[in-house]
């Protein structure tokens, strides 16, 4: 019984194989997560690339999905096929059947041509076959075991090799076509004939290698099967409809798209048609982009998107259309879809919204645009400059701009497009898009400065606030492809009217924390001065995108920042201690004050002592634990210097000054963030002190937890050394001192072991002596052990001279030579002679004794061969 509408060739697919032990798996998202995976899910063996690479274990040997798939980026990108052809969607479901290690060619053609033919319902007669031109298995499977007729089986070589992406998982395939007979185009075979005619509908791919970044191919940990057909492909073959847009699974999607537009489907124009499947195509990806988190934006998925809906909004637009209507479309994607997509039903409103919004925005910049496009397509050629102009201050994708020319056989210059890209990206890091600012670099910044003031700063009240975003400049200069790479978060510096962002200055660290609007979020990972009060917070976005004129909602990290306003006024104590214990002389040479720790650099010619360090930290915590109040109030410089306030010689002062007073202990000018009441700094804690350059010292402290972590951290590793010491945390130095002592005494034996050792051996070399002298290869041991067993045989009776040379480890050459003081002999001489002879060199001066090394150990005995040489004995007899 032929199956021949969407639900029931869903329910048969699945049951068929759910009846041949497959695990029957729910679509994934269209965001995979895997590190190979591309953009968006591409097919249905997305979800399981970690079962095929065996990274993980498959909870099951073989599944069965129904998998959602947008193909409009990468390796598999389907937009410039679609409307043109009878077959190609940029949204589809994939049916597909995997196995993993399991079963493997046979059992995977035996299956599709059982289900095709004996429970779809496809006239096995008019299925052809193409197999990789490598793969003799695959053909004799279909031939034999199946009983395809040979005429009817094909080799391709590129075609029968599917790849997820330029690098992943990958196989020879074999793919399962229908001949629609010659009313579609020439006849033989899919290798020969149209397209049209043999449409290629199941793909059953053999996964058995990897394509590394290399481009070059291993196997995988085991043989796998993936296959995966188009369910609105077979559709249209089952349905005997011409193209995948009159199936069951779409037409009622274009049904609303003519009622929306008022324009009839199939009706004699083919531009309406194509229009009409565009848009209904376009409809779905849409509702499943956004249904799955995916909003517009100029970055990575979001631009995908972006894309889609302003495509899908151009043809409207083309045909006459003067409403919004996607918002209203993607409801009847919704309705017809959501029952086995039931996320289209949660994210109905959502859906319509997002879509709504941004057709809104985007019929705004065509209505200004297309007034210059269309002046130069009257022109018969579209310019570089132009089409720049159109995507710089218009908005018009470039992808929009040559659509339009092409559709109107109107050449573009995109050369010229693309040089004038590279020239603003070289001009400018400054942003496209809705960037009021037209400036690069300080200029943008004095720019923002004089048209909307300085920052207000609300950050000593308090951590959170809204605020307006009056510019936005971007921070990174990527090109459009590293744009769309949905892996790299933008990074861009928002500025904002009011803003509780401390910016980096007078050695505190900028803050960090989140600027959340109307349609998106971004992370603040720094705030910076571009000016003097001008902020700059540094962002990367999360969500969405940020833009120039919404309202904005600005949270500092209050745990951050409470950790910096401790490590602040600490800071201002312990100068204050400083001067006390060690000087007035003592001043700041430059601080570091962040939520991790504190840094204070002062003049000072000697290193503190220990006693010093303890009274500092001892004065400083006094005050903490009086817990008075800290103020922070603004006045005249004047009045700052009668009152004695610290200040930094470094910096530049106004007339009016802002003054910090730590309890009554320090005044100092300061526009830092401080805590109120000293108690809240928590113990502070000298953790380093040491020098920075002459007459300069730097002393590095911690306060809050950071104390109590350090001195668990130290207790810990005190714990640790007392374990290993078998005793207590407070005996460890009488313990560290036993064993030292242990230590010389072993030195001591060992000495007097090595000496005895070496006596004994000299006693058996002076029987190898030869007229008083004794050359020999000695390998294995240390030059200073060499020296000593050179030194003890010439101790022995009647010893000249003594030259011993070897490796000590198969690496280097070591050389010792004594010689008796009436020898006549240098012993610096003949250690030379041996070192010349392996590449290295020595003191020729040493009287009687001399250690030397050389680099060649192959050269070993030729070195002691120039030795004996040169003392006259003749050829070693050995
Ligand atoms: N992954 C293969 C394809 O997408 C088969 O599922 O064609």
């Known amino acids: 019984m032929p199956t021949t509408d969407a639900n029931s060739l869903r329910r048969a697919f699945t049951q068929f194989f759910v009846d041949r032990g497959h695990a029957a798996v729910a679509s994934s998202p269209l965001i995979p997560t895997h590190p190979t995976a591309p953009m968006f899910t591409n097919a249905g063996m997305n979800q399981f690339v970690p079962y095929f690479l065996g990274e993980e274990a498959p909870p099951y040997p073989r599944a069965t999905s129904i998998q959602k798939c947008v193909r409009l980026s990468g390796k598999h990108n389907d937009i410039d096929e679609l409307g043109k052809t009878r077959r190609h969607l940029t949204f589809f479901e994939m049916l597909g059947n995997f196995s993993f290690g399991d079963y493997f060619k046979e059992d995977a053609i035996r299956f599709a041509w059982q289900l095709l033919t004996e429970v779809v319902g496809f006239d096995g007669d008019r299925l052809w076959i193409t197999v990789h031109t490598t793969d003799d298995d695959a053909e004799a499977i279909w031939h034999d075991t199946v009983g395809v007729p040979l005429e009817r089986i094909q080799r391709l070589d590129k075609d029968n090799f599917w790849e997820m992406g330029e690098t992943g998982p990958c196989g020879p395939c074999s793919e399962i076509h229908l001949d629609n007979g010659p009313e579609w185009g020439d006849g033989g075979g899919p290798a020969h004939g149209g397209g049209d005619r043999y449409i290629e509908f199941w793909n059953l791919v053999f996964m058995q290698n990897f394509r590394h970044p290399d481009a070059s191919l291993t196997d995988l940990p085991t043989k796998n099967v993936d296959t995966g057909g188009g369910l609105e492909r077979w559709l249209m073959l089952l349905e005997g409809v011409p193209t995948v847009f009159d199936t069951d699974a779409i037409r009622p999607i274009i049904a609303a798209a003519e009622e929306l537009t008022g324009h009839a489907y199939r009706a004699g124009d083919d531009k309406v048609d194509t229009a009409l499947r565009v848009i209904g195509d376009h409809a779905r990806s849409m509702s499943f982009l956004v249904a799955d988190t995916v909003t517009p934006s100029n970055e990575g998925r979001g631009y995908v998107l972006r894309g889609v809906i302003r495509r899908a909004v151009r043809r409207a637009y083309q045909l006459g259309v003067e409403r919004q209507i996607l918002g209203e479309l993607v409801r009847s994607v919704v309705e017809h879809m959501g029952q086995a997509y039931p996320e289209l039903r949660q994210k109905a409103d959502v859906i319509a919204d997002v879509v709504d919004r941004e057709e809104g925005r985007f019929r705004q910049t065509l209505r200004a645009g297309s007034i210059l496009l269309d002046e130069e397509l009257d022109k018969g050629r579209v310019s570089g400059e132009v089409a720049f102009k159109l995507h710089d201050t218009y908005g018009f994708p470039i992808e929009i701009t040559a659509e339009i020319a092409e559709e109107r056989e109107v050449p573009l210059d995109r050369a010229g497009f693309d040089a004038a890209m590279d020239r603003q990206r070289e001009r400018s890091r400054v942003g496209a898009g809705k960037a009021v600012i037209t400036t690069t670099g300080i200029d943008a910044y004095r720019q923002i400065l004089h048209e909307y003031g300085p920052s207000d700063f609300l950050g000593y009240q308090t951590v959170e606030s809204d605020g307006q975003i009056v510019a936005v400049v971007r921070a990174d200069d990527l090109s459009e492809e590293e744009r769309s790479d949905p892996r ?253 002592q242990r230590q010389r005494e072993l030195q001591d034996e060992l000495k007097a072991l090595r000496s005895q050792a070496a006596a004994g051996e000299a006693r058996r070399l002076v029987a190898e002596a030869e007229g008083g002298l004794v050359v020999l290869r000695r390998d294995g041991r240390s030059g200073d052990e060499l020296g000593d067993l050179a030194k003890a045989v010439r101790g022995e009776p009647g010893i000249r001279g003594v030259v011993l040379v070897g490796s000590p480890d198969g690496e280097r050459v070591a050389i010792a030579v004594a010689v008796a003081k009436d020898s006549g002999l240098v012993a610096g001489q003949l250690a030379l002679e041996a070192a010349r002879a392996c590449g290295g060199g020595a003191n020729p001066k040493a009287p009687e004794f001399a250690v030397a090394g050389g680099k060649d150990v192959t050269k070993i005995d030729d070195a002691i061969a120039a030795v004996r040489q040169a003392l006259g004995l003749g050829p070693q007899g050995r």
Do not use: W
Request: hydrophobic share 35%; aromatic share 4%.
């Open 488 to 740: 790299r978060v933008p990074r861009l510096e928002v500025f904002l009217d009011r803003t509780p962002f401390y910016a980096e200055g007078g050695g505190q660290v900028g803050d960090i924390g989140t600027i959340t609007t109307p349609s998106g979020v971004a992370r603040v990972i720094d705030t910076t001065p571009a000016l003097p009060g001008l902020h700059r917070h540094v962002v990367e976005v999360l969500e969405g995108d940020i833009q120039s004129g919404q309202e904005a909602h600005a949270v500092v990290d209050a745990l951050t920042r409470d950790a910096t306003r401790r490590n602040h006024t600490g800071t201002h104590l312990l100068q204050a201690a400083l001067r006390e214990i060690v000087g007035p002389h003592v001043h700041q040479q430059g601080s570091y004050v962040g939520p991790d720790r504190l840094r204070f650099d002062l003049n000072h010619h000697e290193p503190l002592t220990p006693e010093q360090l303890e009274q500092i930290e001892n004065l400083v915590n006094e005050e903490v634990l009086t817990n008075q109040g800290v103020r922070a109030y603004e006045t005249t410089m004047d009045h700052a210097r009668e009152l004695g306030a610290m200040m930094f010689f470094g910096d530049k002062y106004g007339d009016i000054v802002r003054v910090v007073e730590a309890g009554n202990y320090s005044v100092e000018l300061c526009g830092g963030t401080h805590v109120h009441a000293l108690g809240t700094i928590g113990p502070l804690k000298i953790t380093s002190e040491g020098s920075i350059g002459s007459n300069l010292r730097r002393i590095e402290a911690v306060t809050g937890t950071a104390s109590l972590l350090s001195v668990q951290q130290d207790e810990r590793s005190l714990e640790r050394a007392a374990a290993m010491l078998r005793t207590k945390p407070d005996e460890v130095v009488e313990g560290i001192e036993r064993l030292l």
